[in-house]
């Protein structure tokens, strides 16, 4: 299976705040990757799939890029209602996650 | 809007079987591929399972192959994870999801029902 690995695991920040999480796979997945959000007690969510495409529904605050191997998640001006684990997730061939990331207001 | 929610969690002990099962509505589910993705205690996600929108192909994780099967009824709307000989390594909040787009499968999940947990334990 194709390995996920986000940094960092986890990342405090001030609201208004640019923050930056970063994803490698251990093999090549094209533009085959998703990025979920899971608030505490929640289910996940979907935010961005195929790299760079927003979900509908999501805020324009959020983005995503990369291809390959190296992706990112930004959230370009980070709100109370961000506090979530983070994940990365490609499709490429049998899913497989990050280890997710933490982020919570300073 | 798309409503998913997981029935059938329990607790059971080490060897034995449980059902799992989604109710699905909002949105034309025998167009789309199904899976079951699941979550240890403070841990990650993991895919465990899909199945196709007809119900003609599906596919396992590893770690649950031969023990776990997912199953439909397009009739009922409603999806479903036969596990047997369960191991505590099992224990999990099992969450149905869709995938996204309505041709084969993405294996991009774009909505999660709200999870069952599943406590394997003697």
């Known amino acids: 299976d194709i390995q996920m690995t986000q940094s960092p695991s986890s990342l405090s920040a001030s609201v208004g705040h640019r923050v930056t999480i970063t994803c490698r796979a251990s093999q090549n997945v094209r533009m085959y990757l998703n990025w979920y959000l899971q608030r505490p007690g929640k289910a996940p969510e979907l935010l961005i799939y195929a790299a760079s495409s927003l979900q509908g529904g999501v805020p324009s605050r959020f983005s995503g890029s990369g291809s390959g191997t190296d992706f990112t998640l930004t959230i370009s001006s980070l709100q109370p209602e961000d506090v979530a684990t983070y994940y990365c997730q490609q499709s490429y061939s049998t899913p497989t996650f990050g280890q997710g990331t933490k982020v919570e207001i300073k | 809007q798309v409503q998913l929610v997981e029935s059938g969690g329990g607790v059971v002990h080490p060897g034995r079987s449980l059902r799992l099962s989604c109710a699905a509505s909002?949105?034309?589910?025998?167009?789309?591929?199904m899976h079951w993705v699941r979550q240890a205690p403070g841990k990650g996600l993991k895919w465990v399972a899909l199945?196709?929108?007809?119900?003609?192909?599906?596919r396992y994780a590893d770690s649950v192959k031969g023990r776990f099967t997912i199953s439909r009824d397009n009739s009922r709307n409603t999806l479903h994870l036969q596990m047997n000989s369960l191991r505590t390594e099992d224990t999990a909040v099992y969450y149905c999801?869709?995938?996204?787009?309505?041709?084969?499968?993405?294996?991009?999940?774009?909505?999660w029902g709200l999870g069952s947990l599943v406590t394997v334990s003697s």
């Open positions: 909002g949105f034309t589910f025998s167009s789309y591929g």
């Open positions: 999801a869709k995938d996204k787009v309505d041709v084969g499968a993405t294996k991009i999940f774009d909505y």
């Open positions: 199945i196709f929108s007809d119900g003609s192909d599906t």
